[in-house]
């Protein structure tokens, strides 16, 4: 056991033994390291004026990802590589082809949220060669900018992809194996404790550290991506104590594919999930597509999506609706339930002390059943459902031999429409089967009126989503392919 957090900040080692256990980055390059490019504007992950890029080993390379430095706690990044915009430019004050390509472009008019949108871009950068039109919006996602309406912010990715440099003149690129080397240094697999009693953090070395720590902690903080956590310090300003960081740890970050379906590790995140979901299973490929921005995907994990239990989660309607189960550990074992009886009610979950989530297991829907999952919210991109509604249906030629419905903003917890899927089940797949479903909703669900959407609206829209998904799974397959690309 060690008592000491050590990571890179742009090009210097940094290792810290007086640590908060809710410090973040942003505080952290702000006000103790004067690395005042990263902006504050939001303090919740949606903006992007904080962005950096976090470089990490994974899967025995060194891969960055832009993060929201905002809700990024420093007891997250042991072993990381930590690249603010002020390490972009060359020493002799040369701008970086990205930084260069947006004063060409006049991608900067008030400049407040210029640099993380310099990040974004250079994260793209660094991964993409070629960037489509659409995987330049998709970086863009979690960026947002009031005075220059993204176009020549967009234009600036097009020109930078066109007129790559040396790879000499990049510092991630000329630095990458020496920086790799001092990562592989830093991960030891040792367990990190900072702190006294109120002000603790722990950082355990491995899956069964983290047994054994949540058995002597069974009231302990547990953050992966802290993209909601994060939001409990800067908006509620909670005290937590002890927290419990688990993004580092690679035996929650498995991907495993099987016959019947997919296993998820709990610490595998949108981004590291999102193609392999999405060649298995499209439609959450692209319900994927709308969690966040990039930099909120990159860090958000599907199992802490379950973890925390909130009605308006994205993915538990998704994975209710295909059946899943998950995995929940402690010291003392294992055990498999399905996941939707992990919801018990608002804020209450069937976790018992010490257990954690260890793995989810998302069943692949078969070649003759349907599958859809529909978010609504204000926005399109990077905004919370105001519900979220999924269906998959079992058709023996003309009726309906099985079907499964959740939603999630419609009750305290993800829940299925077990009246509704009674009203179809065995009934001929017609217009007049929905039409006499559809009144089934009230039976189920009694939503809430908050600023996201009326009570009325929600339930008006869950049975307009149940004609939608009727008529999409009543289509021809070339209708369906483009029921599936408008969706995209």
Known sequence: MTDCIRFILNGKDVALRDVDPTATLLDFLRLDRRLTGTKEGCAEGDCGACTV??????????????VNACIRFLGSLHATHVVTVEHLAAHDGTLHPVQQAMVDCHGSQCGFCTPGFVMSLYGLWLSNENPSRAEIEKALQGNLCRCTGYEPIVKAAELVSRTRPSALFDPLERD?????????????????AIGKAGRRLIVPGTVAALADVLAAEPSATVVAGATDVGL?????????????????????QAIETGTDGITLGAGVTYEHASARLRAEIPAIGRLIDRI????????????????????????????IALGATIT??????????????????YGKQDRRPGEFVESIFVPRPRDDQHFAVYK????????ISALCGAFLLTRDEDKVSDIRIAFGGMAATPKRARAVEAALRGKPWTEATIATAR??????????????ASAEYRQLAAKNLLTRFFLEA???????????????
Request: glycine share 10%.
């Open 53 to 66: 890029l976090i470089g990490r080993l994974r899967n025995g390379g060194l891969r960055y990802e832009t």
């Open 176 to 192: 990458r194996t020496a920086i790799s080397a001092k990562l592989w240094e830093l991960k030891t697999g040792e367990t990190i």
């Open 232 to 252: 409990w310090v800067t908006k509620q300003m909670r005290d937590l104590d002890p927290v419990v960081f688990i993004n580092h740890l690679d035996e929650l």
């Open 292 to 319: 966040g921005g990039q930099q909120v995907r990159n860090v958000g994990t599907i199992g802490g999506n379950i973890a925390n239990g909130s009605p308006i989660g994205d993915m538990p309607p998704a994975l």
């Open 328 to 345: 929940l550990r402690s010291a003392s074992g294992k055990r498999v339930l399905p996941l939707e009886d992990y919801f018990i009610a």
């Open 376 to 383: 609504v919210s204000k926005r399109r991109d990077e905004d």
């Open 439 to 452: 009144t089934a909703f009230d039976d189920d669900y009694t939503p809430l009126t908050d600023w996201r």
């Open 474 to 488: 009543s289509g021809t397959p070339q209708e369906l392919k483009r029921f599936a690309e408008e969706e995209a």
